[in-house]
């Protein structure tokens, strides 16, 4: 066997071990992140978070909420169960209020929220969005939308 | 005998594809779904969906499901049945309100109060594919004197 045959065989043997990596990674799954900002919670501008599962399959996300600092509030890690075809409002002043002492007050301020999936959590698959209402969550005075930013790894 | 009860289950599916087929609004292979979220209804509360229909030449049957969020389960005719005749030009409005209690009345249900969110397709296009080129949505939540936006989203499979 001469050095090209070799060579040849082994840049073979290479594209066969890469091809076999991507099938794995592409089986797996990938991971997706859905942003959102923009938002502030206090007592009078709640802020309530809608993931919109389209799928026929449950998804299960993490929830991370931020302040203006970048620091992290809150970290739920799988907590965050869409079924199929449903719709999971969450309230941020329950977030930050769930893990605090009794006369501990909650954060207020600008927040950033992140939610993170596998497949089948994507762009195309899901629609997250925050309300942030002004005034009262029953009976607001105004509200508005702030869409997810999706970015998939 | 066997080959008797083999010709009858091949008849079954026969006819349970043909039901599947006809039961099931024809959709084209462009055609969007469209997926309204944060909606939200009872008492006061009323939710406001207009669907108009801008194409140049099309005229579109939309198919509107209202759901309960929490489950995904309809809370509306499934599909709206052969689906609302929306002309070129027109206009429809849905109030969702209406439409939930006129629906679960037929069940023997009370009034539904709480979050609700749309999904609807449209069929019957020539030409212009059902979607946000050819249909311009608005959508809101009326509390009182009050409105408040809604998430209006399309996508395409």
């Known amino acids: 066997m001469n050095k090209t045959t070799t060579m040849l065989a082994a840049a073979g ?27 502030e919670t206090k007592k009078k501008t709640p802020v309530e978070v809608t993931i919109f599962n389209t799928t026929l399959a449950p998804m299960t996300l ?74 009262n969550r029953k009976k607001p005075k105004s509200a508005f939308i702030v869409r997810a930013l999706f970015n998939e790894e | 005998m066997r080959i008797a009860s083999l010709l009858l289950a091949l008849a079954a599916i026969a006819v349970a594809v043909v039901f599947a087929t006809t039961t099931e609004p024809a959709r084209g292979e462009g ?68 439409i939930v209690n006129e629906f679960r009345k037929q069940l023997e249900a009370g009034p539904y109060a709480g979050p609700v969110q749309v999904v609807a397709f449209g069929s019957g296009a020539v030409i212009d594919d059902f979607g946000p080129q050819t249909v311009v949505v608005e959508a809101f939540v009326k509390q009182g004197s009050k409105i408040r ?3 209006v989203e399309w996508r395409t499979d």
């Open chain 1, 13 to 39: 043997l290479l594209a066969a071990v890469l091809a076999v990596g991507t099938w794995n990674a592409e089986a797996a799954g990938s991971t997706c992140t859905a942003d959102l900002a923009g938002i």
């Open chain 1, 62 to 135: 993490d929830l991370v909420i931020y302040d203006a600092n970048g620091f992290e509030l809150v970290r739920r890690t799988g907590e965050i169960e869409v079924g199929p075809q449903a719709t999971e409002l969450i309230s941020v002043a329950e977030q930050l209020s769930r893990d605090l002492a009794r006369r501990e007050k909650p954060y207020e301020g600008l927040i950033g929220i992140r939610l993170i999936g596998d497949t089948p959590f994507s762009a195309q698959n899901a629609i997250v969005h925050a309300t942030q209402y002004i005034g």
């Open chain 2, 31 to 98: 055609d969007a779904t469209l997926y309204v979220s944060g909606l939200e209804i009872g008492g006061k509360t009323k939710a406001l969906l207009r669907i108009r229909n801008v194409s140049a030449s099309d005229q579109y049957r939309v198919h509107y499901t209202v759901r309960d969020p929490r489950a995904g389960a309809p809370i509306s005719q499934l599909a709206a049945g052969d689906g609302a005749l929306v002309r070129r030009g027109a206009t429809l409005e849905l109030e969702l309100t209406s």
């Open chain 2, 149 to 151: 936006p809604v998430n």
